[in-house]
Structures are given as structure tokens and as C-alpha cells.
T-cell receptor, first 115, second 114 residues
Framework: QKEVEQNSGPLSVPEGAIASLNCTYS??????FFWYRQYSGKSPELIMS????GDKEDGRFTAQLNKASQYVSLLIRDSQPSDSATYLC???????????????FGSGTQLTVLP | GAGVSQSPSNKVTEKGKDVELRCDPI?????LYWYRQSLGQGLEFLIY????????KSGLPSDRFSAERTGGSVSTLTIQRTQQEDSAVYLC????????????FGPGTRLLVL
């Protein structure tokens, strides 16, 4: 079993719809969770980080974390064609107050927003 | 600097040759990571440097891979006797506790081994 699992997609949604990206992780001690966006041929860039159970909103993006279910998701509201990219889920076993450690990345979900 | 820089941006080499990839992290960032990303795949952790501590080399795939970080700043990833399966994008990232553990990635080096 992979440590961080994502549906590879591709996931296609029409412009203006909500895109829902899901990620599960196996390490129960995981404390920090990140969503990165990677455009084709580019390096990953951070979109959201979340450390506590519940929802965290930033503009059109909402991250949802459920540690009991070992599940983290990313919702993109009012999806735009410019949101088309691969979205990588990353998990860190050390809490936000601890020292930085390596992230474990999922293989990514490819999202296409159709105009 | 303004961001993480890597060089070269592209490298084509022949099987069996050695290559060196360079990463210049964001100034003041104490942690530096190397990842490898094969086409259409996720990021594979290679090695992690934190300050003056011994590096975490647990992700290096073989003894042909090594990395060093001089003066707590610039890092070099060396691949000896390259193989075709080494072809990938090699990404470097840096962070610090004051950056909230956010890893900032460089543009990557695209390595092609013929």
C-alpha cells in the first residue's frame, strides 16, 4: 500500500463547476498536509496547507482534513481552465511546530477544466 | 536569492558518464531537499539536508547517487555511471521553520541519459 494515494485521473470538470480532489494516507502520525499544483513542464507550487481537522478556505480553494479517516481533500470552486494541472497531495509526519522533514507525495491527480 | 535556482536546466548525457546537478536554495533556508520525478509520476524523495545535521540519505536509489551541501547553502547532486533509468526531472526544494515548512521548489533539471 502506498503511503499517500491519489486517483490519477484524469478528472474533467466544466468551467464554473466544483472540482473535488481526494487523497488518503496510511501513516496515522501524519500531522501536516499540503496540496501542490504542478503545471505541465513546471515545478510544484504550494496551494494550501492544513494541520487541523475541518475545513480551511483560501479564495476558491478549500482544503478538508479528516484525521480519523486519514483523508484530505481539495475543493476548487468556480473552476477555470487555468486550474488545469496536476494536483499533488503531500504529507509530513511532523507537526507544524516541529522541524521540517521530508514530505511524502502522492502521484498526483490530473485535472482538466473544460471551457 | 528570490527563489530556488537549479542548473543546468537541461542535461543530455551518455550512459556511463557522471553528471552533477546544482541547487541554490533560498537565502536563509536551512533545509534542502532533492526529489526525482519521472514522466507522469509523483515526486520521489532522494535526500534531505537540515542545517549542520547529518543528511537523511534514505531515498537515494543506489550508491551511484550522492549529494553534498557546502557551507549550509548550495547543494550538488552527483550521479555516477549514469543509466537510462536515471532519466527524469530532478527537483530541489528548500524551506525553513519560519516558512511554515512550506517547501519552495526550483525549476528542476531535466536529465536525459542516452
Amino acid at each position: 500500500q502506498k503511503e499517500v494515494e491519489q486517483n490519477s485521473g484524469p478528472l474533467s470538470v466544466p468551467e464554473g463547476a466544483i472540482a473535488s480532489l481526494n487523497c488518503t494516507y496510511s501513516d496515522r502520525v501524519s500531522q501536516s498536509f499540503f496540496w501542490y499544483r504542478q503545471y505541465s513542464g513546471k515545478s510544484p507550487e504550494l496551494i494550501m496547507s492544513i494541520y487541523s481537522n475541518g475545513d480551511k478556505e483560501d479564495g476558491r480553494f478549500t482544503a478538508q482534513l479528516n484525521k480519523a479517516s486519514q483523508y484530505v481533500s481539495l475543493l476548487i470552486r468556480d473552476s477555470q481552465p487555468s486550474d488545469s494541472a496536476t494536483y499533488l497531495c503531500a504529507v509530513n509526519p511532523i507537526g507544524a511546530s516541529g522541524s521540517a522533514r521530508q514530505l511524502t507525495f502522492g502521484s498526483g491527480t490530473q485535472l482538466t477544466v473544460l471551457p | 536569492g528570490a527563489g530556488v535556482s537549479q542548473s543546468p536546466s537541461n542535461k543530455v548525457t551518455e550512459k556511463g558518464k557522471d553528471v552533477e546537478l546544482r541547487c541554490d536554495p533560498i537565502s536563509g533556508h536551512t533545509a534542502l531537499y532533492w526529489y526525482r520525478q519521472s514522466l507522469g509520476q509523483g515526486l520521489e524523495f532522494l535526500i534531505y539536508f537540515q542545517g549542520n545535521s547529518a543528511p537523511d540519505k534514505s531515498g537515494l536509489p543506489s550508491d551511484r547517487f550522492s549529494a553534498e551541501r557546502t557551507g549550509g547553502s548550495v547543494s550538488t547532486l552527483t550521479i555516477q555511471r549514469t543509466q537510462q533509468e536515471d532519466s527524469a526531472v530532478y527537483l530541489c526544494a528548500s524551506t525553513s521553520r519560519f516558512a511554515g515548512e512550506t517547501q519552495y521548489f526550483g525549476p528542476g533539471t531535466r536529465l536525459l541519459v542516452l
